[in-house]
């Protein structure tokens, strides 16, 4: 379905220090809801995938010496809002600036870590759509100049969203790993606390080279899951 759930895998120490880390940033500076100069590269914020388990489990995915580690983690603050909201959709991650016509796709692995407990829903939650990769890749398999497409179209194509979203909750330290093409948003923060997480997005040593060519080939970047991706062509095959 594109995605694992690690629960603590990142030790509770080291997002503690993170989360002070955080605070500390925000007494000082103008936090923004992505990188942040001077927080987002210190090496309290980037242990926490490149020295935990996470960076080895997300290299088993994509296949052994093919992960570039990334340099900065986006810090991502979900605060509460004036007012209860409902979920609404989502979004892929392709530059950012699709409604502007333009796009890219340069990341592998979309990796959430939680900074502190997230206990239930509508606390601002990382949202996703499982199987929602293998939509979009066949949307995108059946125009074959998709990447005009959506340069135009300045939208994502119509597609049946296999299953009803899931809220990531859980515990600081517990981890979301996901396929690059998950369909995701926040959900609104209808609580009174902050939702603290830090997002990753590492990427394969090819990921510029394969450019949006992996949005049609979901399997491209993932090597070290050929042995899955044999057992389920074969269960098709039957």
């Known amino acids: 379905d594109g995605y694992i759930i690690v629960r603590g ?12 880390a955080i605070n500390y940033y925000m007494s000082q ?11 987002s590269d210190q090496a309290v914020i980037t242990d926490l ?30 605060f509460p809002g004036a007012e209860d909201r409902e979920l ?10 699709l409604r502007q016509g333009l796009l890219s796709r340069g990341f592998t692995l979309l990796v959430v870590v939680l900074v502190q407990d997230v206990p239930r829903p509508y606390m601002g939650n990382f949202t996703f759509w499982p199987g929602a990769h293998k939509v979009f890749e066949k949307a995108f398999q059946a125009d074959p100049n998709y990447p005009e497409t959506l340069r135009q179209n300045r939208q994502l194509p119509d597609v049946d969203l296999p299953h009803e979203p899931i809220q990531f909750t859980g515990k600081a330290g517990d981890v979301a790993i996901c396929h690059h093409q998950m369909y995701h948003n926040a959900a609104p923060n209808n609580s009174p606390d902050i939702r603290y997480a830090v997002i990753f997005r590492p990427r394969h040593v090819n990921a510029g080279e394969n450019s949006t060519d992996a949005m049609a080939d979901i399997w491209q970047e993932f090597g070290g899951l ?11 095959a039957d």
């Open 49 to 78: 995938f490149n020295q935990t388990p996470i960076s080895p489990m997300c290299e088993s995915i994509v296949g052994e010496e093919n992960l570039q580690f990334p340099k900065a983690g986006n810090v991502k603050l979900n």
């Open 226 to 236: 050929e042995d899955v991706r044999e057992e389920l062509e074969a269960v098709n």
């Open 29 to 39: 500076n103008m936090i923004q809801q992505g990188r942040n100069p001077g927080l």
């Open 9 to 20: 895998g990142v030790p509770g120490i080291m997002v503690e220090r993170a989360r002070r």
């Open 88 to 97: 609404v959709r989502g979004h892929l991650d392709l530059g950012g600036k």
